[in-house]
């Protein structure tokens, strides 16, 4: 089935990327309890370097910490996915097997994360804990950019400019995002004094039903 949305009733919207984008109600305690429990970590073990350009990167066990914070997270990102995957299969009520592995960033003055997409995973994502400031006179710090994916959509301008280009999302703090694995995204440098701690994930669910 390809994916596409009939949006009236002569324009249909063909190859479509789907972007979960939604900010949990009520997550300003867990939130505390999270940034603590990063802040600890990152204090102590060191960083990964993947697609990050300065800042610290847990492993990716984060999922697997002992703390109830964490388990309420990964039922966060669960319910979202499965938002995810009911959106693109058209079963509300779907089901399947789920497998979810995420890690912790922190961002500081400049750090930022280049172009990248995620490889052998099926829809990835990103939860805010601690989204941080934003210089007045910096509006495109650390906002999360995603690339039109479609080939050649440059080669002549459009009325209303809708082709190459590109969506940007700034930051909340309890903000949930889900989007395909192959989007290729980037996190524009994080211009603030205050710490930015954010939890990526990557994810697959397979035996639908």
């Given at each position: 089935?390809?994916?596409?949305?009939?949006?009236?009733?002569?324009?249909?919207?063909?190859?479509?990327?789907?972007?979960?984008?939604?900010?949990?109600?009520?997550?300003?305690?867990?939130?505390?309890?999270?940034?603590?429990?990063?802040?600890?970590?990152?204090?102590?073990?060191?960083?990964?370097?993947?697609s990050n350009q300065g800042g610290w990167h847990s492993k990716g066990d984060l999922l697997d910490w002992p703390y109830p914070e964490i388990d309420q997270l990964k039922r966060w990102i669960a319910e979202a996915?499965?938002?995810?995957?009911?959106?693109?299969?058209?079963?509300?009520?779907?089901?399947?097997?789920?497998?979810?592995?995420?890690?912790?960033?922190?961002?500081?003055?400049?750090?930022?994360?280049?172009?990248?997409?995620?490889?052998?995973?099926?829809?990835?994502?990103?939860?805010?804990?601690?989204?941080?400031?934003?210089?007045?006179?910096?509006?495109?710090?650390?906002?999360?950019?995603?690339?039109?994916?479609?080939?050649?959509?440059?080669?002549?301008?459009?009325?209303?400019?809708?082709?190459?280009?590109?969506?940007?999302?700034?930051?909340?703090?309890?903000?949930?995002?889900?989007?395909?694995?192959?989007?290729?995204?980037?996190?524009?440098?994080?211009?603030?004094?205050?710490?930015?701690?954010?939890?990526?994930?990557?994810?697959?669910?397979t035996k639908i039903n």
């Amino acid at each position: 089935m390809t994916f596409s949305k009939k949006v009236a009733e002569d324009l249909v919207l063909a190859f479509p990327t789907p972007i979960v984008q939604k900010t949990v109600p009520g997550a300003a305690a867990v939130n505390r309890r999270l940034s603590e429990i990063v802040l600890e970590r990152a204090g102590r073990d060191p960083s990964e370097s993947i697609s990050n350009q300065g800042g610290w990167h847990s492993k990716g066990d984060l999922l697997d910490w002992p703390y109830p914070e964490i388990d309420q997270l990964k039922r966060w990102i669960a319910e979202a996915v499965k938002a995810m995957t009911a959106y693109t299969t058209g079963k509300p009520d779907v089901s399947g097997n789920l497998d979810i592995m995420a890690w912790a960033n922190v961002n500081r003055f400049g750090d930022y994360n280049k172009p990248h997409t995620h490889p052998e995973s099926m829809w990835s994502g990103v939860y805010y804990v601690r989204a941080g400031t934003v210089p007045d006179d910096r509006p495109s710090s650390g906002m999360i950019e995603f690339v039109d994916p479609r080939v050649a959509v440059e080669m002549i301008a459009v009325p209303g400019g809708p082709f190459d280009g590109r969506y940007k999302v700034r930051p909340q703090d309890g903000m949930l995002l889900v989007f395909p694995s192959w989007l290729l995204h980037f996190v524009n440098p994080y211009l603030s004094d205050d710490e930015r701690i954010s939890i990526a994930f990557n994810a697959r669910v397979t035996k639908i039903n």
